[in-house]
């Protein structure tokens, strides 16, 4: 079982929408979790970090944590072509930072 | 505040030769990660270190990779003897805080190194 899993995609959504992007995770010792943007030939770029249940925004996006769970996800409002990119959700075990494959978006006009 | 930097950002060696990678971590930082990724792949963990100390290493291949974080300079990623195989985009991250220490455990990524063996 991969320690950080996430759906490849892509997700297609439309300009102006809401794009949801989920993420489990195996280690329950977990503590800090991470959402990177990574633009084709680029580095990641980190978006939006949460360390305790619930909701934090930041401007057009919202970050879930459920530890119970054990799910992330992040949420995109008005969604736009700019925002096209993988999407990896990250981590912290006892000893590194574990990343999903990705999750590849799409924002059609 | 610079941010993470990464030298060289292309590097193209032949078969056989070593490859090395630099890796400054952010003003006050003491933790550093490196990866591997493939084109359309994600990132792939290869070692964890602290300054003078390897905390993680269970991504490095055992054989021909090596990686130090001397407690002055830059991080060194090694790779002797290279193959084809290993060419891919290496990047590494930096962070003020072990995984295990809560909050503000947050990495930033430098621009990476793209390593072409022919």
């Known amino acids: 079982q991969k320690e950080v899993e996430q759906n490849s995609g892509p997700l297609s959504v439309p300009e102006g929408a809401i794009a949801s992007l989920n993420c489990t995770y195996s280690?329950?010792?977990?503590?800090?979790f991470f959402w990177y943007r990574q633009y084709s030939g680029k580095s990641p770029e980190l978006i939006m970090s949460i360390y305790s249940n619930g909701d934090k925004e930041d401007g057009r996006f919202t970050a879930q944590l459920n530890k119970a769970s054990q799910y992330v996800s992040l949420l995109i409002r008005d969604s736009q072509p700019s925002d096209s990119a993988t999407y990896l959700c990250?981590?912290?075990?006892?000893?590194?930072?574990?990343f999903g494959t990705g999750t590849r978006l799409q924002v059609t006009l | 505040n610079a941010g993470v930097m990464q030298n060289p950002r292309h590097l193209v060696r032949r078969r056989g030769q070593e490859a090395r990678l630099r890796c400054s971590p952010m003003?006050?930082?003491?933790?550093v990660y490196w990866y591997r990724q493939l084109p359309e792949e994600g990132l792939k963990f290869m070692v964890y270190l602290q300054k003078e100390n390897i905390i993680d290493e269970s991504g490095m291949p055992k054989e021909r990779f090596s990686a130090e974080f001397p407690k002055e300079g830059p991080s060194i990623l090694r790779i002797q003897q290279v193959v084809r195989g290993d060419s891919a985009a290496y990047f590494c991250?930096?962070?003020?805080?072990?995984?295990?220490?809560?909050?503000?455990?947050?990495?930033?990524f430098g621009q990476g190194t793209r390593l072409t063996v022919v």
């Open positions: 990250a981590g912290t075990g006892a000893s590194k930072l574990t």
């Open positions: 991250a930096s962070s003020p805080y072990s995984p295990n220490q809560g909050l503000n455990t947050e990495a930033f």
């Open positions: 280690d329950r010792g977990s503590q800090s």
């Open positions: 003003k006050g930082h003491s933790h």
